[in-house]
């Protein structure tokens, strides 16, 4: 059974910072693409950043400079380091694998992050 457990969540003040993570069980993390997704009330869900297996990055550009997503495959985790936070960063955050090329695909349960202005 796949799961993809997040935790790191939390309420911050604007400027302060969190780290998120996921840890995943019942698939081979390292040959996923690993990825933070987040959804705001009353907005669709969004991309935020992936990392692939080989370890390239991609980030929003609502999020980039401020954002670092890393892996690590020997403890099957990924990581969303989050500094400088905005009021607007307020959104549940979703924890999601992916085997590219397939309809292999697994969300966790999500993770609240609210910033305070």
């Known amino acids: 059974q796949v799961q993809l457990v997040e935790s790191g969540g939390g309420l911050v003040q604007a400027g302060g910072s969190l780290r998120a993570s996921c840890a995943a069980s019942?698939?081979?993390?390292?040959?996923?693409?690993m990825a933070w997704y987040r959804q705001a009330p009353g907005k669709q869900r969004e991309l935020v950043a992936s990392?692939?297996?080989?370890?390239?990055?991609y980030y929003s550009d609502s999020v980039k400079g401020r954002f670092t997503i890393s892996r690590d495959n020997s403890k099957n985790t990924v990581y969303l380091q989050m500094n400088s936070l905005k009021p607007e960063d307020t959104a549940v955050y979703y924890c999601?694998?992916?085997?590219?090329?397939?309809?292999?695909?697994?969300w966790g349960q999500g993770t609240q992050v609210t910033v305070s202005s």
């Open positions: 019942g698939i081979i993390f390292s040959i996923y693409t």
């Open positions: 990392i692939t297996r080989s370890g390239s990055t």
């Open positions: 999601n694998a992916r085997y590219a090329g397939t309809n292999d695909v697994y």
